[in-house]
């Protein structure tokens, strides 16, 4: 299949349809919900799906389906971070045991982990320039879903503690 990948229809709504095209009625709809984070997501990855959650599930963009594709940004994330403290430590040259002077193998790492970043950060309508995009109205759901949000992360306290 030739063109870019299809916008799902929520992120249409959200940017106002600037294409004018007819959106597709029989898309199926899934109930908006937080999927469980993995096992293994590292301490980084799981900070970051809890920070970025609330952000999709506000816009409805995430469902239970959507487990795996914000698992990869997650750990994409973590990885980058990672790489990035690394290179702050060590720096981005080093010097081989031969004495050769080659670029950190974080770098590389880093820049993978961004490219895996923006591609799953696309799909979910949160890079910069998928934001720009963007015009959500306000609505009165905000107190229901910090409310729902709230009692989901005391549930997975309790049940974690």
Not at 104 to 130: E, K
Request: proline letters at 7%; aromatic letters at 4%; hydrophobic letters at 35%.
């Amino acid at each position: 299949m030739r063109g870019p990948k299809p916008k799902p229809t929520q992120l249409k709504i959200i940017q106002g349809n600037p294409g004018k095209r007819a959106l597709n009625k029989n898309e199926p709809k899934p109930n908006c919900g937080i999927p469980d984070p993995p096992e293994h997501l590292s301490e980084r990855a799981l900070k970051e799906w809890k920070r970025i959650v609330p952000h999709l599930l506000a816009n409805k963009l995430l469902t239970h389906l959507d487990m795996a594709a914000l698992s990869a940004y997650c750990v994409a994330y973590g990885r980058w971070a990672e790489a990035e403290l690394s290179i702050l430590k060590t720096g981005k040259i080093i010097k081989t045991h031969k004495g050769n002077i080659i670029q950190s193998p974080m770098v590389g790492i880093a820049n993978t982990a961004m490219l895996l970043m923006d591609r799953f950060g696309v799909q979910f309508g949160y890079t910069p320039s998928a934001r720009v995009r963007l015009s959500v109205e306000d609505s009165d759901d905000t107190d229901e879903m910090a409310e729902f949000l709230k009692r989901a992360t005391e549930r997975k306290e309790v049940n974690a503690g």
